[in-house]
C-alpha cells in the first residue's frame, strides 16, 4: 500500500469533497480516499501494484476536478492584485446593475435613457451586456456546476448554474417579447437576479478564502520557523545559500542571532539555543560538540559549526507540520455525519425546485413567480456551511493544538479526547521527569563500588531505558570507561544481561531473580530502598548478587496540579508501572492518584488497558513511548511525552513535544471546545436551510415574508460566513 495526497482545484462546498471522496473508494485499486475542502486536497492510500499518481489524476479529472499533482509544503494563498481588481470592478458593475433595474422600483431618480417605460429597448439590452459581463466573470462556477451534474455529484455550483441559466434564459424570453413590441415584459426581466447571485458567490468565495485562510495561520507559522538562507562552508570558505542546497553532511554555520537551518550536530563550538517552539523550555539550552540542533532554534550567544543530518521534509519542523496536515486530512465521526448528509442535500434541494415550480404553474401563480421561486430555492439552499462546519473547527483546533506542542495524528482524537474518563500513566519519564540518578550502592562483593558500576554501567549503556542513562551519569561524574560487552541481550519486563571478560552479568528488579532462581538474602534492604521510592537494581554475576543499587528520580514540576485537575473533572487517574510497590505507592500517593497498579510487564500493561475498556471506560494511556508502546497502541487515545526529535519514530497518538503534562488538560479542553463549536456550527448550518428554504418556497407569502434569488444568494453568503466566524473563535481559546 502507498500513500499520496493530492492538491485539488476546483473544489468550492462540501457536496464537492463528499463527491470526489465517494467517487475515488469506488475506484479499484484506491484502498480509502479523503478529501479535505479547507486544505483542497485528497488523501489516497492505493495499491502501487494496480495504481499510479497519473491513474489516479485522471479518476480526480473524470470526477470533474483537476489535480494540481502533490500537495506541496504548506502555504497560505494570498490574493492576487489581478484578483483584486476584477473583484473591485465587478462590484461597481454590480452597483449599477442595481441601480439602472431597481432603482425606479425605490424612487431613485434613474436617467430616462435607462427608464424601462420610456427606454424599453435599451434598458432591456443595457442588462443584457452587463449581465453576460458577469456570465463571463462567474464562467468558472457554471463550468464547474454543468461538469459536476454530468459526473452525476452535483454540487453547490450545479444549483447555482441551474438557477442563473433558469433565470437568463427567462429573461432572454423576455427581452424577445420587448422586441417583438410588448413592453409588458420590460418587468418580467430577472436579468439582474442572473448577474448579481452570480457577484455574491464570488463576493462569499473572495470573504471565504481570506478566512480559510486564517484558520490555517497557526500551521503557517510552523513552516515559517525555519530562515530561508543559511551559511554553509566548503573547503574552509563560507557561503551562502537556501536551504535546498544544503546537503547531508554538509557544515552549515550558526551565529549569535541567526536561527539554526536544518535539523543536525554541532562538532564545532558552543552556543545558548532557544528552542521553546518544538520543547516548551523556556530558558536557552546549552549545546555543544555532540549535541543535536533543531531545525528553527535561536541561537543567542555563540559561534557553532554543525552537520546537518535531517534536511527538506525529514526534519523536524517538516514532520510537525506533516503530521498537522495529515491529522486534518482524517475524518471525525461527527465530519462523516456531515458528509453524508451533504451528499444527499443537493439532490433532495433540486426535487424540491422542480416540485415547487410544476405546483406554482398548476395553481395558476403564473410562470415568472415560477421561475423566481424555482431561482429562489435552488441559490437559497447552502451546503458549504453543512460541510465547513466540522473541517474549519478541526483545522483551527490542530493548529492551536500544535502551537501548544501537542501533535494530534488523527481528527478523530480531538471528538475522542473529550469523552476521556480514564487516564493511565506510566511512572518513569511520564509523571517523573526519567532523570534518574543513583542514590544507594548496597556493595555484597569485594569489588569496590566504581568496579561494580563499571560492570553494570557498561552493560545499562547498550540500553535506551532511563535508568541506563543514571548509570552513564554516574560513570562520566566519576571518570569511569565503559568496558567492552558481549552477547547482549534485553528481557522485557525484567532486566537485561550481557559478558564483559566472560563474566556473566544479569541486572534487574526482583523479579529476574525469581526468573533465575536465585538465592536472595537481601529482601530487606530492597525494602528499605523502595520504601524512600528507589527503583531497584540487582547486579548478579555468575548467579551470585553482589550488589543491589537503588535508582530515584524526580516527580515532575507540574504533576500533582494536573493530577488535581483531573480529579476534579471526575477523570479516575490510574498508575501502571513496572517498579516495585512501595515506590509506586509512594509516588502515586503523593501526588494523589486514584489507583496505583505495580510490578507489571509490558504486556501486562497491554492487558489491563484491554480491561479497562471492556468496562465500557474510555482510556487514555499516557507514557514515554518506549516500554509503553503496547500500552498506547491499545489505550483508546495514547499520548506520549517525549522530545520534538523523536517525533518522526513514535507510534502514539498524541504526541507532548513540550514535556509538559499540562498539555493533556489542554488537550482535553481543546477537544472540549471543538466539539461545543462543531456541534454550534451543524446547528447554525441545519437551522439555516430549514429556515430558509420554506421561505423561498413561499410559504410564508400570506405573511408578507419572502425572498428573491438576489437576497437569497446574500442569505447563502451571511450562512457560510457565520460558520467560518465561530470556527475563529476557537482561536482565542484560553488554556489554562
Not at 499533482?69 to 489581478?82: D, L, N, R
Not at 439602472?100 to 431613485?108: C, D, Q
Not at 409588458?184 to 436579468?191: G, I, P, R
Amino acid at each position: 500500500m502507498k500513500n499520496i495526497i493530492l492538491s485539488i482545484e476546483g473544489m468550492t462546498c462540501s457536496a464537492c469533497s463528499s463527491g470526489l471522496e465517494k467517487y475515488l473508494n469506488k475506484q479499484n485499486g484506491i484502498i480509502n480516499a479523503s478529501v479535505n475542502l479547507v486544505m483542497a486536497n485528497a488523501t489516497i492510500d492505493y495499491d502501487e501494484s494496480i495504481l499510479t499518481q497519473e491513474k489516479i489524476e485522471k479518476y480526480v479529472k473524470q470526477a470533474g476536478f483537476t489535480s494540481a499533482g502533490i500537495f506541496k509544503e504548506f502555504k497560505t494563498e494570498k490574493q492576487s492584485k489581478t484578483e483584486k481588481i476584477e473583484f473591485i470592478v465587478f462590484t461597481i458593475l454590480a452597483i449599477i446593475m442595481m441601480y439602472i433595474s431597481m432603482g425606479h422600483m425605490i424612487k431613485i431618480p434613474v436617467p430616462s435613457i435607462f427608464d424601462p417605460h420610456q427606454n424599453p429597448i435599451i434598458y432591456t439590452i443595457t442588462l443584457l451586456v452587463l449581465t453576460i459581463s458577469f456570465l463571463v466573470y462567474g464562467f468558472d462556477i457554471l463550468k464547474n456546476g454543468y461538469k459536476n451534474l454530468i459526473h452525476k455529484i452535483p454540487n453547490m455550483d450545479t444549483l447555482v448554474a441551474i438557477g442563473v441559466i433558469s433565470s437568463f434564459l427567462y429573461s432572454i424570453y423576455g427581452m424577445y417579447m420587448i422586441l417583438k413590441g410588448n413592453h409588458n415584459y420590460t418587468m418580467e426581466l430577472y436579468f439582474e437576479s442572473s448577474a448579481i447571485v452570480i457577484y455574491f458567490i464570488k463576493l462569499g468565495r473572495y470573504l471565504d478564502r481570506i478566512s480559510k485562510d486564517r484558520t490555517k495561520e497557526a500551521i503557517q507559522k510552523l513552516v515559517e520557523i525555519t530562515p530561508n538562507e543559511a551559511t554553509i562552508e566548503i573547503n574552509g570558505i563560507e557561503e551562502k545559500v537556501t536551504l535546498d542546497e544544503i546537503k547531508k553532511g554538509t557544515m552549515v554555520i550558526c551565529k549569535p542571532g541567526e536561527k539554526i537551518a536544518v535539523d543536525g550536530e554541532i562538532v564545532e563550538g558552543k552556543a545558548y539555543l532557544d528552542e521553546a517552539f518544538i520543547t516548551g523550555e523556556s530558558k536557552p539550552i546549552s549545546k555543544t560538540i555532540g549535541a543535536k540542533v533543531i531545525a528553527g532554534s535561536l541561537n543567542y550567544n555563540g559561534y557553532i559549526k554543525y552537520k546537518a543530518e535531517k534536511i527538506g521534509k525529514e526534519s523536524t519542523v517538516s514532520e510537525i507540520v506533516r503530521l498537522v496536515i495529515q491529522a486534518t486530512n482524517t475524518k471525525a465521526p461527527i465530519a462523516k455525519i456531515a458528509d453524508k448528509i451533504s451528499g444527499y442535500f443537493v439532490p433532495i434541494v433540486i426535487i424540491i425546485a422542480i416540485i415547487t415550480f410544476i405546483a406554482y404553474l398548476l395553481l395558476g401563480l403564473g410562470t415568472s413567480n415560477a421561475i423566481i421561486t424555482f431561482v429562489t430555492i435552488l441559490v437559497v439552499a447552502c451546503p458549504c456551511s453543512l460541510g465547513l462546519a466540522t473541517p474549519l473547527a478541526i483545522v483551527v483546533s490542530e493548529g492551536l493544538c500544535a502551537s501548544n506542542g501537542i501533535l494530534v495524528k488523527k481528527s478523530e482524537i480531538l471528538e475522542n479526547a473529550s469523552k476521556t474518563n480514564t487516564i493511565v500513566f506510566d511512572k518513569t519519564g511520564t509523571l517523573t521527569y526519567g532523570k534518574l540518578k543513583i542514590s544507594k550502592i548496597y556493595n555484597y562483593s569485594k569489588l569496590d563500588d566504581n568496579q561494580i558500576i563499571e560492570l553494570a554501567g557498561s552493560i545499562e549503556a547498550k540500553t535506551t531505558h532511563p535508568i541506563g542513562k543514571a548509570f552513564i551519569d554516574y560513570m562520566e561524574d566519576n571518570k569511569i570507561q565503559k568496558l567492552e560487552v558481549n552477547n547482549f541481550e534485553e528481557i522485557s519486563g525484567h532486566g537485561i544481561l550481557g559478558e564483559i571478560d566472560n563474566q556473566k552479568i544479569i541486572l534487574g528488579n526482583n523479579k529476574i531473580v525469581l526468573k533465575y532462581n536465585i538465592e536472595n538474602k537481601y529482601i530487606e534492604d530492597e525494602k528499605n530502598l523502595t520504601k524512600q521510592g528507589n527503583s531497584i537494581i540487582y547486579v548478579i554475576i555468575d548467579n551470585q548478587i553482589v550488589a543491589l543499587i537503588g535508582v530515584n528520580d524526580i516527580i515532575r514540576e507540574n504533576a500533582r496540579e494536573v493530577i488535581q485537575k483531573l480529579n476534579e473533572k471526575n477523570i479516575e487517574t490510574i498508575m501502571l508501572t513496572g517498579d516495585a510497590k512501595e515506590t509506586a505507592e509512594k509516588i502515586g500517593n503523593e501526588l494523589g492518584i486514584s489507583k496505583i497498579i505495580s510490578n507489571v510487564l509490558p504486556v501486562e500493561k497491554a492487558d489491563m488497558i484491554k480491561t479497562l475498556k471492556t468496562e465500557k471506560k474510555v482510556v487514555m494511556m499516557c507514557g514515554d513511548g518506549i516500554n509503553d508502546s503496547p500500552a498506547l497502541a491499545n489505550a483508546d487515545i495514547g499520548v506520549s511525552v517525549k522530545s520534538g526529535t523523536d517525533i518522526a519514530m513514535d507510534s502514539s497518538d498524541v504526541i507532548l513535544t513540550k514535556n509538559d503534562l499540562n498539555s493533556i488538560l489542554k488537550l482535553i479542553n481543546i477537544s472540549e471546545k471543538t466539539i461545543r463549536n462543531i456541534k454550534q456550527n451543524l446547528f447554525w448550518a441545519f437551522f439555516y436551510n430549514l429556515l430558509m428554504i420554506p421561505i423561498a418556497i413561499g410559504v410564508l407569502k400570506p405573511l408578507g415574508i419572502y425572498i428573491n434569488p438576489m437576497l437569497a444568494s446574500l442569505a447563502m453568503v451571511f450562512s457560510s460566513l457565520t460558520v467560518i466566524i465561530n470556527a475563529l473563535r476557537l482561536k482565542r481559546t484560553k488554556l489554562t
